[in-house]
């Protein structure tokens, strides 16, 4: 960060100030300006802007964040249709956070009562499987 004499900085995130956390530190020089986030998690995600001000005048750097995870669970209800002896359909909703980025595919896995171990049934792109 140039200027002189040495701008003050401060960091926002989505216009809300950021100060110093457990999980995020700002640390500021006179020409540099490093804010680390640790563990970081989805509600990290945003906008993040540097103002850097003196008596000189103002300066601003915006950056855009996306931190990606895995997405949340199906919405409720997931909903059993075609019940059979063999067989049933299972209806559910795409789940409310995807995680950052879309959903190419489910994971459908049941589990087995015997030793109460999961066991994949399959994939699919639809919104319903048949296990």
């Known amino acids: 960060v140039d200027g002189e004499p040495p701008p003050q900085k401060t ?9 110093d956390s457990l999980r995020m530190s700002i640390m500021n020089e006179d020409y540099r300006t490093t804010i680390r986030v640790n563990e ?3 509600s990290d995600t945003g906008v993040y802007k540097l ?3 003196n008596k000189n005048g103002t300066d601003t750097m915006t950056c855009n964040v996306t931190v990606l995870d895995v997405p949340g669970p199906p919405e409720a209800p997931v909903d059993p249709k075609e019940i059979r002896k063999d067989y049933m359909i299972i209806h559910w909703k795409v789940p409310k956070d995807d995680g950052g980025s879309d959903i190419k595919h489910y994971i459908v896995e049941k589990q087995d009562q015997e030793n ?15 296990v």
């Open 11 to 19: 960091w926002t995130k989505n216009d809300q100030s950021i100060t």
């Open 40 to 42: 970081g998690k989805r």
């Open 51 to 53: 103002v850097a001000k």
């Open 116 to 130: 109460m171990r999961w066991v994949p049934c399959g994939d699919t792109r639809q919104l319903f499987m048949k």
